[in-house]
């Protein structure tokens, strides 16, 4: 059964301060990782996908990188700012299951200004 | 292009009655997914319907369905409340093509309350 871990559960840093989200998970055999936003009481904003195959995706000032052998994702975001300040969560989808995706318990970053 | 929209937003329901919730995905976009919220155990899945069908279905109990209609909405019902009900439900919809690289698209949820 695949679980997906993420630490820290919170984070609270400066502005201006690079930081990096992690996310782990105990079934290699994923189709693809999915990073996503939540602001308070709100919906999920997709950040960034990346593909079983692939070993990063970038946009902007997020990078969030892939080893799928280990289990391992990490997010990182650069020269956080406040409005950085949310929930961030990553989940796995796998062969032959749709669209399901199985989440983590979240990081809930806090960027001070 | 609009988003996925989730209706009502908000729901206050007594205990014991049952409830209806609806999702219109993107444009386009035939499977629907619901998942529940909760402080307590995060994001879980409920079921997803592709072309009218229930193609995945997670561990929750007989008073939870769903059904999909012909133009892609979706609703979700949940019968017989109970104070665990009481969750932020999503609903995610993902585009044509090989879910490989294609991502969900969620909704703002329905916050549903139980008294």
């Known amino acids: 059964k695949q679980e997906v871990t993420q630490i820290p559960a919170a984070l609270s840093v400066p502005e201006g301060e690079n930081l990096v989200l992690n996310c782990s998970f105990t079934d290699s055999a994923i189709y693809n990782l999915q990073w996503f936003r939540q602001d308070p009481g709100k919906g999920l904003t997709s950040l960034l996908l990346?593909?079983?195959?692939?070993r990063e995706q970038t946009s902007g000032r997020l990078n969030a990188s892939l080893d799928k052998s280990s289990g391992r994702s990490t997010l990182y975001i650069a020269a956080s700012q406040p409005g950085d300040s949310a929930t961030y969560l990553c989940?796995?989808?796998?062969?032959?299951?749709?669209?399901?995706?199985?989440f983590g318990q979240g990081t809930e970053l806090s960027v001070k200004p | 292009k609009a988003g996925v929209t989730q209706t009502p937003r908000y729901l206050i329901k007594t205990r014991g009655q049952q409830v209806t919730l609806s999702c219109s995905p993107i444009?386009?976009?035939?499977?629907v997914s619901w998942y529940q919220q909760t402080p307590g155990q995060g994001l879980q899945f409920l079921f997803e319907?592709?072309?009218?069908?229930?193609?995945n279905k997670g561990n929750f109990p007989g008073r939870f369905s769903g059904r999909q209609f012909s133009n892609s909405r979706s609703e979700m019902n949940v019968s017989t409340l109970e104070l665990g009900d009481s969750a932020l439900y999503l609903c995610?919809?993902?585009?044509?093509?090989?879910?490989?690289?294609?991502?969900?698209?969620f909704g703002q949820g329905t916050r549903l309350t139980v008294v």
């Open positions: 989940a796995v989808s796998h062969y032959n299951q749709g669209g399901k995706l199985i």
């Open positions: 319907y592709f072309s009218e069908t229930q193609r």
């Open positions: 990346i593909q079983s195959s692939q």
């Open positions: 995610a919809s993902n585009p044509p093509g090989s879910l490989k690289n294609t991502e969900a698209f």
């Open positions: 444009s386009g976009h035939r499977s």
